[in-house]
């Protein structure tokens, strides 16, 4: 049974940062693409970040490019996106997921069959 468990969401200050995680069982992320997307209230779901399974690529939404980083720890079967430089419209639950088809898709929540249940971030003004 494949369950993903993001934590390390919080409130922070404006110019402030967030390491945020998420460990996977019943999966390996060494050999899958997982990706970050976040979901503000009322609101679609939208891409943040992904890795590709080699871990080699990463593709980052354009509103976060350059203040964030997403990584991942194989011996944790742990995939890290690192948020800097928050400002207030960040400011949403952030979920994981498992890319079922293929790195190209990597910014389609359609392309994703497992999440988790998210944590929220606040960034206060």
């Known amino acids: 049974q494949v369950q993903l468990v993001e934590s390390g969401g919080g409130l922070v200050q404006a110019g402030g940062s967030l390491k945020l995680s998420c460990t996977a069982s019943?999966?390996?992320?060494?050999?899958?693409?997982m990706g970050w997307f976040r979901q503000a209230p009322g609101a679609e779901r939208v891409f943040v970040a992904a890795?590709?399974?080699?871990?080699?690529?990463?593709n980052y939404a354009a509103t976060v490019k350059d203040r964030f980083a997403v990584s991942r720890d194989n011996t944790k079967n742990t995939v890290y996106l690192q948020m800097n430089s928050l400002k207030p419209e960040d400011t949403a639950v952030y979920l994981c997921g498992r890319n079922l088809r293929g790195f190209y898709r990597s910014a389609d929540a359609g392309a994703y069959d497992y999440w988790g249940q998210g944590t929220q971030v606040t960034v206060s003004s």
């Open positions: 019943g999966l390996m992320v060494s050999l899958n693409s």
């Open positions: 890795i590709s399974a080699d871990g080699v690529s990463r």
